[in-house]
T-cell receptor
Framework: LAKTTQPISMDSYEGQEVNITCSHNNIATNDYITWYQQFPSQGPRFIIQGYKTKVTNEVASLFIPADRKSSTLSLPRVSLSDTAVYYCLVGVDDKIIFGKGTRLHILP | ETGVTQTPRHLVMGMTNKKSLKCEQHLGHNAMYWYKQSAKKPLELMFVYNFKEQTENNSVPSRFSPECPNSSHLFLHLHTLQPEDSALYLC??????????FGPGTRLTVT
């Protein structure tokens, strides 16, 4: 199972772009990369998923280099409500592991 | 609302009690999951059901007993729990290997 490594915490300010990078050196050929957001005492919420190159939706962008050994979640113009824990997951089907996530704190 | 509901939202039980957590998904998904989230620890996958068949049991103690009577409902039966079992228990569902949709969780306190 592919293990992920993310920064434990990050601080940023309202209106800035935030990039959170995740390392997954032993990602398998069939693995997808998925990011979740979790607010305190709530279940994780799906943000974005990708396999390679770049994926963009209304919430975020996901950048995946050609070797797929890392990925970067990009949140444009963050607000205070983006303060949460962000999890990077790698896997397929039910073979996934949640790491400790990155605790993002947005400051006014 | 994610389409996944869990009841109760909060539960306090003694170590000798028997209780059950319920999860229901209204998304037509074919897979359901139980997770445990303890304070300051990563999310832990406990059980996975695909088409009502259990496909994953991550070395969970037998005091936790899952039940999946159909593809829309998932239960977690609890008996003789320990204080260290106090945690947020999350249910999720997915369609094949696509993204998982999580319920709001049940905050369990074992006294």
């Amino acid at each position: 199972l592919a293990k992920t490594t993310q920064p434990i915490s990050m601080d940023s300010y309202e209106g800035q772009e935030v990039n959170i990078t995740c390392s997954h050196n032993n990602i398998a050929t069939n693995d997808y990369i998925t990011w979740y957001q979790q607010f305190p005492s709530q279940g994780p919420r799906f943000i974005i998923q990708g396999y390679k190159t770049k994926v963009t939706n209304e919430v975020a962008s996901l950048f995946i280099p050609a070797d797929r050994k890392s990925s970067t979640l990009s949140l444009p113009r963050v607000s205070l409500s983006d303060t949460a824990v962000y999890y990077c997951l790698v896997g397929v089907d039910d073979k996934i592991i949640f790491g400790k996530g990155t605790r993002l704190h947005i400051l006014p | 609302e994610t389409g996944v509901t869990q009841t109760p939202r909060h539960l306090v039980m003694g170590m000798t009690n028997k209780k059950s957590l319920k999860c229901e998904q209204h998304l037509g998904h074919n897979a359901m999951y139980w997770y445990k989230q303890s304070a300051k620890k990563p999310l832990e996958l406990m059980f996975v059901y695909n088409f009502k068949e259990q496909t994953e049991n991550n070395s969970v103690p037998s005091r936790f007993s899952p039940e999946c009577p159909n593809s829309s409902h998932l239960f977690l039966h609890l008996h003789t729990l320990q204080p260290e079992d106090s945690a947020l228990y999350l249910c999720a569902s997915s369609q094949d290997q696509n993204e998982q949709y999580f319920g709001p969780g049940t905050r369990l306190t074992v006294t």
